[in-house]
């Protein structure tokens, strides 16, 4: 019987991290070949299905908890225009348009509520918030992206959400989502479902909603949950009707890459409940290399681990990426990920700095979303400082063609983290012939970074080895032709019909 995967994650952000990607990438990789899957998500979120359209999903390839709940998995898009929509009576109300943000809505010379315009569109109602006679909002509908009312938020007078109720496409009540004031915060308290298949059903958390929903989409002939967050392993372990679930691991288990294969390595806290408690609970862990399966099935026998690359190289876009290289690049480096401080953003700078004694023109472009405005101020103090203003450039979280443009007119990919599952980022640099210097650490590098054949790895924190190759690669061309070709060599191990191969273990 073919089986039926279930990619559980808890959104696709504005902002996504490797996990996300590895998801999207894995779903794209199963479409391909022709596999039953779906990524699976619990967040709430109005712009789901703008964001997967991003990355090159359809709706069909991602069901969420909420649209599940709400009846409206299949919704089609319609463009919700404010000067268009019969949410305004035109006879008593008028639009006064403010910016292209948001517009107010007047009622004899009063402003009873202001729509905020759907992020990146042109007119199309996001949020309407209702104001009450003090000028206070009192309530907020909340409109899916895809062009209707989804919920109505009513708020307490200091503005935090009291009581929450969610819509079907045709305007129903079909959830309640009740808030409380806990100890000076407030949270949701009560899910509840209305008239769920003829009865009207609470659920304590959200996580407890979630489980019931994996139940009720799960078939326990076909089903394959894979796992992708860690904050979610309790909730995968409670749901029954599955043929089998998995935990994917995306990074290094010990908080100290270095004992990630000793007994003596301390696990991340958030992976405690999963090794300690939950390992009988699944069938198999998944994690990005041979060497961290080896040290897994080491240290915990009772569950088997298997090794799949959590990205794939497809060959039609790597072949079109290979055909609109140039030989003739700018003396840049690339760093992409996110800009957090387990990533050591700090020694980027600093290799930089070092590499600039004998390439004067060398330039750092970092892709990338920020940890907090205080790391940011942290980072942009140490360029100054190090005077390296013209030469280090934070290019912002990009995505598609804009990422392709910075990767494709860069001379070598530089990571300076600590620890890693694999990399996706190291691997998405191999499809653009990118020499790539990163640290010799668990467990990822050392798959993809072959020295002097496509990179090389440096001991971790050595900025001033990395520093010289570098230098090296941008000073002779023959180095970096050498080097880039390997690159483009190694990226066929991680095609995805390797990593296809990988996924055929997990049945």
């Given at each position: 019987?073919?089986?039926?995967?279930?990619?559980?994650?808890?959104?696709?952000?504005?902002?996504?991290?490797?996990?996300?990607?590895?998801?999207?990438?894995?779903?794209?990789?199963?479409?391909?070949?022709?596999?039953?899957?779906?990524?699976?998500?619990?967040?709430?979120?109005?712009?789901?299905?703008?964001?997967?359209?991003?990355?090159?999903?359809?709706?069909?390839?991602?069901?969420?908890?909420?649209?599940?709940?709400?009846?409206?998995?299949?919704?089609?898009?319609?463009?919700?225009?404010?000067?268009?929509?019969d949410m305004v009576d035109k006879n008593?109300?008028?639009?006064?348009?403010?910016?292209?943000?948001?517009?107010?809505?007047?009622?004899?010379?009063?402003?009873?509520?202001?729509?905020?315009?759907?992020?990146?569109?042109?007119?199309?109602?996001?949020?309407?918030?209702?104001?009450?006679?003090?000028?206070?909002?009192?309530?907020?509908?909340?409109?899916?992206?895809?062009?209707?009312?989804?919920?109505?938020?009513?708020?307490?007078?200091?503005?935090?959400?009291?009581?929450?109720?969610?819509?079907?496409?045709?305007?129903?009540?079909?959830?309640?989502?009740?808030?409380?004031?806990?100890?000076?915060?407030?949270?949701?308290?009560?899910?509840?479902?209305?008239?769920?298949?003829?009865?009207?059903?609470?659920?304590?958390?959200?996580?407890?909603?979630?489980?019931?929903?994996?139940?009720?989409?799960?078939?326990?002939?076909?089903?394959?949950?894979?796992?992708?967050?860690?904050?979610?392993?309790?909730?995968?372990?409670?749901?029954?009707?599955?043929?089998?679930?998995?935990?994917?691991?995306?990074?290094?288990?010990?908080?100290?890459?270095?004992?990630?294969?000793?007994?003596?390595?301390?696990?991340?806290?958030?992976?405690?409940?999963?090794?300690?408690?939950?390992?009988?609970?699944?069938?198999?862990?998944?994690?990005?290399?041979?060497?961290?399966?080896?040290?897994?099935?080491?240290?915990?026998?009772?569950?088997?681990?298997?090794?799949?690359?959590?990205?794939?190289?497809?060959?039609?876009?790597?072949?079109?990426?290979?055909?609109?290289?140039?030989?003739?690049?700018?003396?840049?480096?690339?760093?992409?990920?996110?800009?957090?401080?387990?990533?050591?953003?700090?020694?980027?700078?600093?290799t930089v700095s070092f590499a600039k004694?004998?390439?004067?023109?060398?330039?750092?472009?970092?892709?990338?979303?920020?940890?907090?405005?205080?790391?940011r101020q942290e980072l942009l103090n140490?360029?100054?400082?190090?005077?390296?203003?013209?030469?280090?450039?934070?290019?912002?979280?990009?995505?598609?063609?804009?990422?392709?443009?910075?990767?494709?007119?860069?001379?070598?990919?530089?990571?300076?983290?600590?620890?890693?599952?694999?990399?996706?980022?190291?691997?998405?640099?191999?499809?653009?012939?990118?020499?790539?210097?990163?640290?010799?650490?668990?467990?990822?590098?050392?798959?993809?970074?072959?020295?002097?054949?496509?990179?090389?790895?440096?001991?971790?924190?050595?900025?001033?080895?990395?520093?010289?190759?570098?230098?090296?690669?941008?000073?002779?061309?023959?180095?970096?032709?050498?080097?880039?070709?390997?690159?483009?060599?190694?990226?066929?191990?991680?095609?995805?019909?390797?990593?296809?191969?990988?996924?055929?273990?997990?049945?």
């Open positions: 019987m073919a089986k039926t995967f279930l990619f559980v994650n808890e959104n696709i952000f504005t902002f996504n991290s490797g996990t996300e990607f590895s998801a999207m990438n894995r779903q794209k990789l199963f479409k391909t070949n022709k596999k039953d899957s779906k990524i699976v998500t619990r967040n709430y979120n109005q712009g789901l299905h703008q964001e997967i359209e991003k990355y090159g999903l359809e709706s069909s390839d991602i069901l969420n908890m909420y649209d599940y709940f709400q009846n409206v998995t299949d919704v089609p898009h319609k463009h919700a225009y404010l000067r268009y929509s008593e109300y008028k639009i006064d348009g403010v910016d292209n943000n948001k517009s107010y809505i007047e009622q004899k010379g009063k402003v009873v509520a202001q729509v905020n315009i759907f992020p990146l569109t042109i007119g199309e109602i996001g949020t309407v918030d209702y104001f009450d006679r003090f000028g206070n909002t009192s309530s907020r509908d909340v409109w899916d992206g895809r062009g209707f009312r989804s919920k109505t938020q009513y708020l307490h007078p200091d503005g935090q959400v009291g009581h929450e109720i969610l819509f079907d496409y045709d305007g129903n009540p079909v959830m309640e989502i009740t808030h409380m004031n806990i100890n000076g915060q407030v949270h949701p308290t009560m899910f509840k479902l209305l008239n769920y298949k003829g009865r009207n059903m609470r659920f304590n958390t959200e996580d407890e909603l979630f489980e019931f929903f994996l139940n009720e989409i799960s078939d326990p002939k076909k089903t394959i949950l894979i796992n992708d967050r860690p904050t979610l392993t309790d909730v995968v372990a409670n749901v029954k009707n599955v043929a089998a679930r998995y935990q994917f691991l995306h990074n290094e288990q010990t908080t100290d890459a270095n004992l990630a294969g000793s007994a003596k390595g301390k696990l991340y806290p958030i992976l405690e409940n999963l090794f300690h408690k939950h390992l009988q609970d699944y069938d198999g862990l998944i994690v990005s290399t041979p060497q961290q399966r080896d040290d897994l099935s080491r240290l915990f026998p009772e569950v088997k681990t298997y090794a799949i690359f959590d990205s794939a190289i497809f060959n039609d876009q790597a072949e079109e990426i290979r055909k609109s290289l140039e030989d003739d690049r700018s003396n840049n480096v690339v760093y992409a990920g996110r800009i957090f401080r387990d990533k050591h953003i700090d020694q980027l700078i600093q004694n004998r390439v004067p023109d060398i330039h750092l472009d970092v892709i990338g979303y920020f940890e907090s405005e205080e790391y140490l360029v100054k400082k190090l005077g390296l203003d013209t030469n280090v450039d934070f290019k912002g979280y990009l995505i598609g063609k804009d990422k392709e443009a910075v990767l494709s007119q860069a001379k070598v990919m530089l990571q300076t983290s600590f620890g890693e599952g694999l990399s996706m980022s190291l691997v998405n640099g191999l499809e653009y012939g990118l020499p790539e210097v990163a640290y010799d650490v668990n467990y990822g590098p050392l798959n993809i970074i072959d020295n002097d054949v496509n990179g090389y790895l440096v001991p971790a924190g050595n900025v001033r080895e990395a520093a010289g190759h570098i230098d090296d690669i941008m000073l002779d061309n023959a180095l970096f032709k050498k080097l880039s070709n390997g690159s483009l060599v190694k990226a066929k191990e991680f095609s995805s019909a390797n990593v296809i191969k990988q996924w055929n273990q997990i049945k």
